[in-house]
């Protein structure tokens, strides 16, 4: 496991930006695929997007393709969630999550052992 800690959330109105960031501990970060889940009230928590490793591949969830856009910076251990164009509906906590090594089945949660404490997204009409 690998400890995460995001940064990145707040307030902003219906057509606007947030960058989310999440720092991991350990020398061995560019092994893991990184993930980004949000969860709204009384909602479960949902995949939005992945940036695998091996593979070097990202997905984001049909919900916010087009608008988010996922990346990491290997040297820096840091994977980003830039969003763009921003909907009351993505108002959430959003969550960073890790996994060590390649999985097909990122979307997931059950498939990282890793998770950060949160960031909360609120998008206001």
């Known amino acids: 496991q690998v400890q995460l800690v995001e940064s990145g959330g707040g307030l902003v109105q219906a057509g606007g930006s947030l960058r989310l960031s999440c720092t991991a501990s350990?020398?061995?970060?560019?092994?893991?695929?990184m993930a980004w889940f949000r969860q709204a009230p009384g909602k479960e928590r949902e995949f939005a997007a992945a940036a695998l490793t091996y593979t070097r591949m990202s997905y984001v969830a049909d919900s916010v393709k087009g608008r988010f856009t996922i990346s990491r910076d290997n040297a820096k251990n840091t994977v980003y969630l830039q969003m763009n164009t921003l909907k009351p509906e993505d108002t959430a906590v959003y969550y960073c999550?890790?996994?060590?090594?390649?999985?097909?089945?990122?979307?997931?949660?059950?498939?990282?052992?890793?998770w950060g404490q949160g960031t909360q997204v609120t998008v206001s009409s």
């Open positions: 999550a890790a996994r060590r090594g390649y999985s097909a089945n990122y979307r997931y949660t059950t498939d990282y052992d890793s």
């Open positions: 350990g020398r061995t970060f560019s092994s893991y695929t």
